[in-house]
């Protein structure tokens, strides 16, 4: 799931360590491709401070959540239908329309939540405004991270910038999607690419709208069942 899903299930706590727990497993891959770590089989050495505890636990639950998430039907379901419309616009390599279905269902759910007022993007942000950098400097470091100023702007850059707000738009969600094709093979979407993607995305959101929810309870009745 994206960031605004992940914040989904946790935006009733309101804590802003835990918010930026639930994201910062995707923040660091956005930052750095290398940059992943799993804390989660150390529970000791995050109990020595409440924030950075809380902190964890956001953490934990964002590997919970995509755990579920990319085993549920309706992930393999509209990612697959997704896969066979987008096999049409992009038809040769290096880009490959598996991968760009998987992002583009997990962008299309973020976009509905905020279509839908299901997410509060304002209090999403001021949480991630409101952590302290020595709470995020003392994880980062248990984490064996000791260079952290490129993460913080980063991470500034991230919160000035609001982009997920833009997600709304359609447009927006195939600017994303070819950002973070680029990443894996350089080369950018051509403008048919971008017109055709569009349609597919447009089509997708309108068709997934009425329940898309669907896939949030499931996730959340899976942790019940864990709990």
Not at 134 to 162: Q, V
Not at 168 to 194: C, M, Q, Y
Not at 199 to 226: G, M, P, Q, R, T
């Amino acid at each position: 799931m994206n960031f605004l899903s992940h914040y989904y299930f946790v935006q009733s706590i309101n804590n802003p360590y835990y918010t930026i727990g639930a994201i910062l497993p995707d923040l660091f891959r956005n930052h750095h491709y290398n940059w992943k770590f799993r804390p989660e089989k150390e529970n000791l050495l995050f109990n020595d401070n409440s924030d950075i505890n809380l902190l964890f636990e956001g953490w934990k639950h964002h590997v919970q959540v995509d755990a579920i998430f990319h085993n549920s039907v309706p992930f393999k379901i509209h990612s697959s239908q997704l896969r066979q419309e987008l096999a049409t616009v992009f038809t040769d390599l290096p880009k490959r329309p598996f991968f760009l279905a998987h992002v583009a269902y997990e962008l299309i759910l973020d976009s509905l939540l905020i279509r839908n007022n299901i997410v509060d993007t304002n209090q999403f942000y001021r949480n991630l405004d409101a952590c302290e950098p020595k709470i995020l400097d003392d994880f980062m470091h248990k984490l064996g991270i000791m260079e952290t100023n490129g993460f913080y702007r980063f991470l500034n850059n991230f919160i000035e910038s609001r982009y997920l707000e833009t997600y709304n738009k359609p447009v927006s969600l195939v600017h994303a999607l070819d950002r973070i094709g680029r990443r894996v093979w350089v080369e950018e979407f051509s403008a048919k690419e971008t017109e055709t993607a569009l349609i597919v995305l447009e089509n997708a959101i309108e068709n997934l709208n009425y329940d898309f929810l669907n896939v949030f309870k499931l996730v959340e009745e899976e942790i019940k069942k864990s709990t």
